[in-house]
């Protein structure tokens, strides 16, 4: 695993980002970096099967899933 890096963001971005974690059963780090795969995923292929369908958290935690895993 890479060194952490800082961010920051308001106070209530950080309070949803917390409970879309929690709700999640993942830390607030681990739900980031779902997503950004997802983004990036987006920006990299814009034409994927990724791109064309809205963000779905089973698509990431599952193991044998196809979704790209870029970190």
Do not use: C, K
């Amino acid at each position: 695993m890479s060194e952490p890096s800082t961010i920051q963001i308001r106070a209530r971005a950080h309070e949803a980002l917390q409970e879309m974690a929690t709700t999640a059963g993942l830390t607030s780090t681990e739900f980031v970096e779902l997503l950004l795969n997802y983004a990036y995923s987006i920006h990299r292929r814009p034409g994927s099967w990724e791109a064309n369908r809205p963000f779905d958290l089973q698509t990431y935690t599952q193991p044998d899933s196809a979704a790209d895993r870029w970190f």
